[in-house]
Structure formats: C-alpha cells, structure tokens
C-alpha cells in the first residue's frame, strides 16, 4: 500500500511510512518535502483515531515543529507543500495571538500563491484544492465571504475535469474533501443566517457523504461529514 492511501485509511503503520518516506526526501536533500510529509502525516493522525500510542498533544508538538521548520523556506514549497502548511496555520493560529496579524498577511499571500502555483502545475484536483483553501484563507482571516463563495464555486467546476483523470480514486478522494470543506463553509454561522446557505451547506456535505461511501471509497471522511452535518441540522 502506497504512502497515500495509508494516510487516507490511517492504517496502524502509516506514520512509519511517512517517516521512511520524510526520510528518503531529507536524504535526496529535499528537506521541505521531508517536513511537508511528516506534518501531513501529523495532521492525519491528530484528526483521526489514534495511531501508534503517542499522546495528541506529542503529535502537535511535532506537527508544529515540522511547520515552523516550513515557514523558514515558504518561497521555496510548491503548491501542495504550501497546502499543507496553510492548512495547519489556518488551525493554530488563534493560539499564536502575538503573531496573528503577521501570520494572517502570510497566510493570505500563501493561499494565493498556492492558487497560482496550482493552476500551472497542478492536476484538476489540486487546483480545486487550491480554490479551496484560498476560500478557507479569505474567509477565515478576512471574512470576505463573497471571495469565499467565488472560490468554492471555482473548485467545484472543476468536478468533471476531476473525474477524468487517470489516478482514480485520489482524484475523487481529494474532490470529497473538497465538497466537504464548501458544506462546512456555507454551513458557519455567518453564512448560513438564511435558508439558501443552510440549503447549500446540506447539498455539499450530502454529495460528499455519497460520493464518500461510493466510488471515491473515502471511509475517512464518512465522520467528519457526519459530523458537520449534525452541526447544521
């Protein structure tokens, strides 16, 4: 089983793949690879079941170690390194309150360079990504959520170019996330006073739940989008 789909199943032996794996980078020199794998692995495991007997707040620990060690070369990650980190800032950055509003102008510019680097280099999934987690960024540090919107409407377009690639299923494992984040997006307080945005929040988070248990074969997913689910019914 590749590195991936390990991380996707968060099967009992994954993070010894991604430490194999970080470790081969880091000999081949590629040390922001090696850090990018080893948060992502980190951010798997902290919201999943638990893997290995490490205590969570061990796993962040590290988790934040490996991202700190990324902001020191940001103008170097590609666009998938870059969504890794911002989605780990994104997290954490109401812990860090001395550094919000720096790392706020940071993740901004980031989410938007990852938009760029993405839609040049990046498969269809990946740029849906991108157009994700730049409407995350939009929304979360500047709660501009008409950009938000825009963008999740972009990502979502790109469902048939999605479906199309060759590498199934990542391409549609990727693109449940996808649909996932927009129903949790829609479905926050400040956007879903009304009845369209609750409606939209239902519709996205109901697709994913389908397309989850169908073809993409994404069981990982099935709780979290249970979870939002509840949170707005």
């Known amino acids: 089983m590749t590195l991936q789909n390990a991380m996707w199943r968060n099967e009992a032996n994954c993070m010894a793949k991604a430490r194999d794996h970080a470790r081969m980078a880091k000999n081949r020199g590629e040390h922001a690879s090696a850090h990018s794998i080893m948060l992502s692995a980190y951010i798997t495991a902290l919201g999943g079941k638990p893997v290995e007997r490490h205590h969570p707040v061990k796993f962040f620990l590290l988790a934040l170690w490996h991202a700190l060690c990324m902001s020191r070369q940001l103008e170097k990650l590609n ?29 901004v510019e980031g989410a938007a360079r990852e938009v760029g680097l993405a839609t040049t280099e990046g498969k269809p999934h990946q740029q849906a990504l991108a157009f994700m987690t730049y409407a995350e960024v939009v929304y979360e540090v500047e709660a ?90």
């Open 144 to 233: 501009d959520h008409g950009l938000a919107e825009v963008n999740i409407r972009f990502a979502i377009k790109l469902e048939e170019l999605i479906r199309a690639e060759s590498d199934q299923p990542q391409g549609l494992r990727q693109f449940v996330r996808i649909l996932r984040k927009a129903g949790e997006l829609y479905g926050r307080d400040e956007m879903s006073s009304g009845g369209y945005y609750t409606q939209k929040a239902q519709g996205y988070l109901n697709r994913a739940l389908e397309l989850a248990k169908g073809e993409a074969d994404a069981q990982d997913q099935v709780p979290k989008i249970h979870a939002s689910l509840r949170k707005i019914i």
């Open 79 to 107: 666009h998938n390194q870059l969504d890794v980190w911002i989605q780990f800032m994104l997290k954490i950055r109401s812990k860090l309150p001395v550094f919000k509003s720096i790392l706020n102008k940071v993740l």
